[in-house]
């Protein structure tokens, strides 16, 4: 069962620290999603691509973080000079863009990255 | 005004019985689609049930099923012969607009804990 992939699975650095996590998402899905979770919260919505393009971008996502997906594969998610405040556990999503018998909305998440920042 | 309400920070059910966890919500849109989630302490978001604004029965996927008063904007999941398994964090969730804007907005949860 190839599910979404996330890497690392925790993240321990120092404020000031540049840090980058991948998603892999679910092979045959064209529609990647990126989403910061902090204590207590649900999921925010940081980013969206379909296929290569990031079509919709949070305020929530500073000039500091960056997301890409250079082939419409995986993705990656930086986030540069991270602050105190950027710990969280951030999560990947993917989806179909054809139902294939199922919504085609449907959003599967991965285990997310646990960024600490000290 | 929130989007996603949910109200039960926390909820205790005994094993083998049923539990509702409510939830409201907010939109102007016509279109929309509603989720819930599952988060156990392993972190990961598990896809329980769907439902689209456009459907007319309620949505079921085994144990699960969603009452959905349009009117009333409430999306409640029912969960029914509660196991232990279940206890986790479950989180309802809306998109709004038509397909292929795919923003979904998330609750901050309920913690669902079931009692041997």
């Known amino acids: 069962d190839t599910g979404v992939s996330q890497n690392p699975r925790h993240k321990i650095t120092k404020r000031g620290q540049n840090v980058t996590f991948r998603c892999d998402p679910i092979?045959?899905?064209?529609?990647l999603y990126w989403y910061r979770q902090t204590l207590g919260q649900g999921p925010e919505f940081l980013t969206y691509f379909q296929n290569e393009a990031q079509l919709e971008k949070s305020r929530l996502l500073s000039d500091r973080f960056s997301a890409e997906r250079p082939k419409g594969s995986f993705s990656t998610l930086e986030i540069q000079r991270t602050e105190q405040g950027d710990s969280a556990m951030y999560l990947c999503?993917?989806?179909?863009?054809?139902?294939?018998?199922?919504?085609?909305?449907?959003?599967?998440f991965g285990a997310g990255t646990r960024l600490s920042v000290l | 005004a929130q989007k996603i309400t949910q109200t039960q920070p926390g909820m205790f059910v005994q094993e083998k019985e049923a539990v509702t966890l409510d939830c409201t919500y907010d939109?102007?849109?016509?279109?929309?689609?509603l989720f819930w989630y599952k988060q156990p302490s392993s972190g990961e978001m598990i896809f329980l049930i769907y439902q689209g604004s456009y459907d007319e029965q309620n949505a079921t996927e085994g144990r699960y099923s969603l009452n959905f008063q349009k009117a009333r904007k409430s999306a409640n999941l029912v969960i029914s012969a509660s196991q232990l398994g279940d206890s986790a964090m479950y989180f309802c969730a809306m998109r709004e607009g038509p397909g292929g804007y795919q923003k979904v907005t998330f609750g901050t949860g309920t913690k669902l804990q079931v009692i041997p």
């Open positions: 939109t102007s849109d016509q279109s929309y689609g």
């Open positions: 999503a993917s989806s179909p863009s054809t139902g294939g018998g199922l919504p085609v909305n449907i959003q599967y």
């Open positions: 092979s045959e899905h064209n529609r």
